[in-house]
């Protein structure tokens, strides 16, 4: 394990700022070379209620928080109350000295308790009140002795779109951090210096998605806002001009979907995100898509269902229901990054493979991936490539008249877009001839269902010659494994460091293509594990009955959160422990 | 190369009833773009989900066979895509007023340059006569068989308070009129909708009732800007049902507002190597 | 098998009247004392193309129609053309002498040809050209020496509306027969005499689920019109007064959905019938059904996909989507009828199960079993009876305020309907408390989500322990058995009788609830089983994927079928005497 | 037994922001049922998903919070179950104009026998302030950074065009004319429309202008029977902007044209035995 790991959380009531205060702190982190994995926890509401900003910092790559915190800030009581349990012995808290709590409780359970004025400074400078939170940053920045500076060039990016709005947060800051210096000293609670600061970025899922997007050439990007697929539409929205790529929202999603495949017929390459209720609405068209052949690429950032459930909290539910949703049957990709660097190379390939086999492609994320923060290197574009499928470009050169869905080896027609020259390309909901007509001839309907089913093959093809289709860490050698998929990724791998630590080696499984199922991959894989551990954050154990169907093996040990919070990596220690025992 | 209207037929077996309005419609929209000589390579026709829908199979430009009720939506992906196309939907009554109606005054506000044929039978045609939402108070069908209980909608109306900028009804009985409303309307630039009183021969035949009642608004010298004036015409509708364009004013396409669209449509677009670097100041 | 075996088909263009003659014979036989078992198909249009309806008639109970046939009615051409090599070794033709064909081709192929002045006599009537099917069913009675007056009494009966018609229709049928009693003779065919009426009825699977509906007390049923699901709403409709049943066309189905679930919400049993496209667009509420806890009841039938596909022929496609529609994960039950009299029965217990277990439930029908006519025996009422949920009526009499989402035991919690004295019942899509109010607290989220799963136990205990849950035919012990759900049924009973006449003796296991899944049942029924052979109308095996998945075991052998037309008897025969083999 | 206040309370926490104009709409409904007496086991409140959307839970009777846009169909479920209910649904714009817009017309139309009050604060309050149809042209939002380029939607002109027999205005700045409004539209039989403009206070905040602009037709004469009058005022939207209702009508309501609804509620009917042999006929 690194040698560096420190895990702050930041509290307070929707409108304080926690969600600012706490991406700040991690973009100060990175910039200061270190690497930072941050989640904003925050229920359903606009002001008021409680949210907080909870991340750890590590000197190598991180891929999840850890639950035990070295340093709170707490903006309110709330904070306290909540959060007290997860405070380290010897970790420190800082508070607002305006707050009234009972400190002496604090101090019995070994808390380093710092009283700040954070009232009392945002008032001297005359700011508003939310400037608290840049008091109270600052003033970490002294607790752990590192780099004002860095803080300050944050903190004036982040807010520079106002100047004079920025000046007076580092002004809070610098006097938060002074505070801190004159009464305690510096690096009272722990020592981090800084590094040199190699670009790396501070990315969410979400963010990492919609900058593939922009990678893969999308020029059109349709959403309805939902949580927490909404940030995609935010981002590209924010920078539409700067990469020419139209972005609209519409009235509702089932439009969302219409537009991005209409947009894709014409040739446009066209996303859209959305969360499971948006999802459910798009359903009908991801089976016109496939029918049609018209690619498409759709984000599932999946939220704690049932139905409306818990909006602002993650889940994995919504698997089996991307695995399965429109009538019929149909060739489709289901691909689940586990990170935001995965989430970004992940979405370019989405694009690609859309256009090569011509079918929807469905991207799933979940609530903590998409909106938690990760440190990452800056992308590598050589691996980012577009590439486009069997199109014709400007003019079709054909002796024959055009056929949107001429009859081929590989199930696969050559695309032209409206607007060729010499190609009149009709595409059809309706079961239809190589032309595009409709018909309801039994003999062509089991030559086009076999046609889609030889696009399916050469997709379990691609999948299973992928090495990215399932991705083994740990000891790849050990008998014991662990099986997972999407977001989780993060809290097991950070339980591997620490198992690695106790002498304990397992491997980790995680499964990157759900849809074609990388069955013989995965076959391989698991030929000698003798104890096999599914981790999901949901109720049933969904990746468990796809191992089941495709495998015909079931997992050994459970390990299912559906409470709407991510795994911590401690979790998935303790269960290992019981299993290796 | 002059386009004729032999050019724009197909090989698809025509499967409408004998004596349909569709027959109709068909027949004016070609005649339309021939009149207009526009290549066929360059027009994009969508249809819904009904008898309407089979229109796609019987004109030979390119064409969007999609689900019930989309033809907006798809529509205006496909404008946008590629503004140079020139977007014609073809819904039924029952695709753009029952299951697609919401799609309706967002296509107008937002000005989008497609043009929106509504074959208004006042029934569903291809699920065999059920009641639509334009489908008169009392009529006896499969799914009121003791008569609609309830009151139409104006279509004119809806379309008119939503900001369309080209409002127009014709009448399936009146080729050559019909010929001229799709061609004005291809010619406006935003979104024209145009209403066709489409009688369905097998379910709900109206041929006579409205041969009797049409006249045109161009006879009676209806001002096209008068917006009052049109709401009230969209009102009219007893002894005499008017047809014409209702309404008609120039303001910016949604595609005229955005100014990623200016120059080559998005599809042609180079996207060979798109510098995301530009993005990472704000992940920074 | 039965004595007799009596197949006939009727063709022609959409408008001739192909289907409701098709019919009326089906009555006509029924009412004589036998069994029909009557297809009608037709392409997605009204008028032209090429309909046809073909039946098979036996004296004991029927199940499906057989392919070959004894006697065709020829209303066109192109009927002769296309059906011809279905015709049985002397067979018998009914063909208009107005038609132009080659009558030496068919004699070559050994087919009897009665050419019948259709047009003929209709002329002479004065009657309109479509009352030509009425003088064909008249000679057909007279080629099989079958009782005029009981075809006779059921075009009186089906045409009674308006008495004219019905009339001229009688008098065209009665002309047909004389016609061939005097150039023919009777029975030339054959001679099917008729039995006793034993009130018998005719139904198809959408009349069937209708009065199940009916029975169960639904009060309100709400349709968008869908092939093939919309008979079921011209059925209600037409009955709407006699039920005191509410019948809405609403705007769409999601607007279908919602309404059928407020009703229920307020006390009206409801039920909606879609086909894919129209449940793709309910699915975001039937995740809020289960998570409101409000029963519902939606029949999917099936058609031909993916997307619009080929609306009016069959498949068997939407088994996953059914099971895995709408996000998050929540308890549904699933049920597929094999044929129109289970439909009813199991309708009835659809209500039950909905308003017991406060669930969606899913009946899936498909084009096959939904259009087809059956010969049933009048239906036992006593097997088919209303029973209520945990309901409060009238008045709320507990001590506490009532509590519309209560822990209890088994996960189902008192319901009341809105308009109980003392009792406020509050509703929630988002994730709630015991009293309705939404809260994201991660405890709450928890025992909510035991709560739901505490139901699924209980229903896959309900299941577990009910007959009728799968069910076998044929020799229980036989070391060979096929499998399958929904309306192969049909096919693969006729295809038992064959067999066991050929003295090959399989069994059949009709899987009839497919969530939650049968397993412990089909485990105990499969045991011993050597050869299983999956028989399905789709492309990838669905019911395949959900033995591997529960059971862990694969189908040996596939018959799988995906042109839109279902499986004929002898189809099934083939294939299990290749496995026998 | 008299109805207060107090009862009307639950003990959920309010969580809307400080100056938000749904406390308004709130306080508004709790009066209105105080002072109509109406019983609490008799009122169903339905909402949408948004910040408005909590409504059901800060009222203390019946209530059905359903996803987003799907206010009416559950409210017309509900009436069509038990008639004797008062049904009333709550809104947002987004929800209601966004992606529940189709309901409306039909809704309209239909005559159904229940109130829908649209919170319209010109944005997406709960997903943290995106545009929305009634967002005006030009404004910055979340999703419009640049500013809205689509027109906005006229909400009383589509329900007047749709054949709402109640159509209304309210401001969430005037608790006692909402409360008036409220009362109103419980009283008319058939289905009343109330868009209330309601600021944002913390993603679009119109209190101050919405407060310089509005007067009431009740000040000015205005007459409710007048349909085009009403039409004209729904295109009254500058420095006056009025509230209060600009038409009302009564006609048959749905549940009135419905034999089946005479006599006890549906939901009361007895169903342990239904004769099912009565439908024989159409099986034989
Ligand atoms: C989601 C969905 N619901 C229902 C249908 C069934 N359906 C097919 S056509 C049609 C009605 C068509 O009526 P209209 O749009 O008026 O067209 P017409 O046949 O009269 O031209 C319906 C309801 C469908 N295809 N998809
Ligand atoms: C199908 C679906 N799409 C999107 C969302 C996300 N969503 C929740 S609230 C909301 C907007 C609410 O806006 P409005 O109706 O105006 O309510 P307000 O918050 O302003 O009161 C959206 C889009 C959702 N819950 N369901
Ligand atoms: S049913 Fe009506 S609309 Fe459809 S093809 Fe026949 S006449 Fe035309
Ligand atoms: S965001 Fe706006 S609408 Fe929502 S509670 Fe806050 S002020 Fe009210
Ligand atoms: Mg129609
Ligand atoms: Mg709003």
Redesign the interface.
């Known amino acids: 394990m690194g040698s560096i790991y420190f895990t702050y959380l930041i509290g307070g009531e929707a409108g304080m700022g926690v969600a600012a205060s706490g991406r700040m702190l991690a973009k100060t982190f990175t910039r200061g070379g270190y690497y930072v994995f941050g989640m904003i926890d925050y229920p359903s509401l606009i002001r008021g209620g409680h949210n907080f900003y909870h991340a750890t910092v590590s000197d190598e790559r991180i891929w999840s928080l850890h639950y035990n915190v070295d340093l709170i800030i707490a903006l309110n009581k709330d904070t306290l109350d909540r959060h007290l349990s997860k405070l380290k012995k010897k970790g420190s808290i800082i508070v607002d000295s305006d707050i009234k709590y009972d400190k002496s409780a604090l101090e019995r359970q070994g808390a380093r308790v710092f009283e700040i004025p954070l009232t009392g400074i945002v008032k001297e400078l005359g700011a508003l009140t939310v400037v608290r939170n840049s008091v109270a940053l600052g003033a970490s920045m002294a607790l752990i002795d590192f780099d004002l500076e860095v803080l300050l060039s944050v903190i004036r990016k982040e807010l520079g779109k106002r100047k004079e709005i920025a000046e007076i947060n580092v002004e809070a800051a610098k006097r938060g951090y002074s505070f801190v210096v004159e009464q305690y000293g510096k690096g009272v609670q722990c020592t981090i210096r800084p590094r040199s600061d190699n670009g790396h970025l501070v990315i969410t899922g979400n963010e990492a998605v919609a900058l593939g997007g922009l990678r893969a050439g999308m020029k059109t990007y349709f959403a309805y806002p939902m949580t927490p697929a909404s940030p995609v539409l935010h981002f590209l929205a924010n920078v539409q001009f700067d990469f020419d790529v139209v972005v609209v929202q519409p009235e509702n999603e089932i439009a969302v979907i219409n537009m991005a495949i209409g947009a894709w017929y014409a040739g446009s390459r066209s996303m859209v995100a959305t969360s499971g209720g948006g999802f459910a609405l798009m359903t009908e068209a991801i089976g016109q898509a496939a029918m049609t052949e018209i690619p498409v690429v759709v984000v599932l950032a999946q939220r704690s269902g049932p139905s409306t459930g818990m909006p602002t909290y993650t889940a994995q539910g919504d698997l089996r229901f991307a695995l399965h949703a429109s009538q019929g049957e149909f060739p489709r990709f289901v691909i689940a990054p586990g990170d935001a660097e995965e989430a970004f190379y992940l979405t370019v390939r989405a694009f690609n493979l859309a256009e090569k086999f011509q079918v929807p492609v469905i991207i799933l994320t979940d609530k903590h991936l998409a909106e938690s923060h990760l440190t990452v290197p800056a992308f590598d574009l050589k691996k980012a490539k577009v590439e486009r499928g069997k199109i014709i470009v400007g003019k079709y050169e054909g002796s024959e008249e055009y056929r949107r869905y001429k009859i081929t080896d590989d199930g696969i027609s050559p695309m032209a877009f409206p607007g060729t020259l010499n190609a009149i390309v009709k595409v059809n909901s309706s079961e239809h001839n190589e032309y595009g007509f409709a018909t309801a001839d039994a003999k062509n309907a089991e030559i086009m269902a076999k046609k889609r089913l030889r696009k399916l093959e050469l997709m379990q093809e691609e999948v299973e010659n992928c090495e990215e289709s399932v991705k083994v860490y740990g000891d790849e050698r050990s008998p014991i494994a662990i099986i997972g998929w999407g977001s989780t990724k993060g809290a097991i791998l950070e339980a591997l460091k620490i198992l690695e630590a106790k002498g304990v080696n397992v491997k980790f499984v995680q499964v990157v293509f759900l849809s074609p199922f990388p069955t013989r991959r995965l076959q391989t894989i698991l030929k000698d594990v003798r104890e096999l551990l599914l981790v999901e954050n949901n109720v049933t154990g969904q990746l468990g009955s796809l191992l089941r169907e495709h495998l015909l093996r079931a997992p050994d040990e459970y390990l299912l959160k559906f409470n709407g919070r991510p795994f911590y990596p401690h979790e998935v220690v303790s269960k290992v422990l019981e299993v290796v025992k | 190369m002059t386009i004729t209207l032999a050019q724009l037929n ?3 077996t025509i ?4 004596g349909c309005g569709n027959f109709s419609i068909l027949t004016a929209f070609k005649r339309a773009l021939v009149e207009l000589q526009i290549p ?3 027009v ?1 026709v ?1 249809t819904g ?1 009904g ?1 309407h829908g ?1 229109f ?2 019987y004109v ?11 033809v ?11 503004k ?2 020139i977007v014609v939907g073809f819904s039924g009554d029952g695709d753009a007023y ?2 697609g ?3 309706i ?2 296509a107008a ?3 989008i340059d497609v043009k929106y044929v509504v074959h208004n039978n006042m029934i ?5 006569g ?2 639509t ?1 334009t489908t008169p108070k009392g009529v006896k069908t ?5 008569g609609n ?6 279509p004119l ?2 379309a ?4 369309a900028t080209f409002v127009a009804r014709g009448f399936a009985g009146d080729v050559a009129h019909l010929t001229w409303l799709f061609k004005e309307a291809i010619k406006h630039k935003g979104f024209a909708f145009i209403d066709v009183l489409q009688p369905c021969y ?2 709900y035949n109206t041929y006579e009732y409205f041969r009797r009642r049409v006249y045109k608004l161009e006879d009676v010298g209806h001002d096209i800007t008068d917006f009052e004036e049109a ?1 009230k015409k969209a009102y009219e509708w007893n002894d005499k049902i008017p047809i014409g364009i209702f309404y008609k004013v120039r303001k910016p396409t ?1 595609e005229e ?5 200016k120059g080559e ?5 180079d ?4 510098n ?9």
Do not use: M
């Open positions: 197909t090989k698809a499967t409408w009833c004998p066929r390579e360059k994009v969508i989900i008898c089979k796609g199979d030979n430009v390119n064409s969007f066979h999609t689900i019930h009720g989309r907006l939506p798809i529509a205006t992906g496909i404008k946008l895509a590629n140079e196309l029952a299951i109606l919401s799609h005054p967002h506000r937002r000005n569903f045609g291809l699920t065999t059920q009641v939402p499969r799914s009121t068989p003791y209980p309830e009151e139409p909608l104006n109306a809806l008119l308070v939503s900001g097998t379910f709401l949604f507002t955005l100014p990623q669209l449509p998005l599809a042609l677009r996207i060979s190597d798109v995301i670097e530009k993005a990472y100041v704000f992940l920074r």
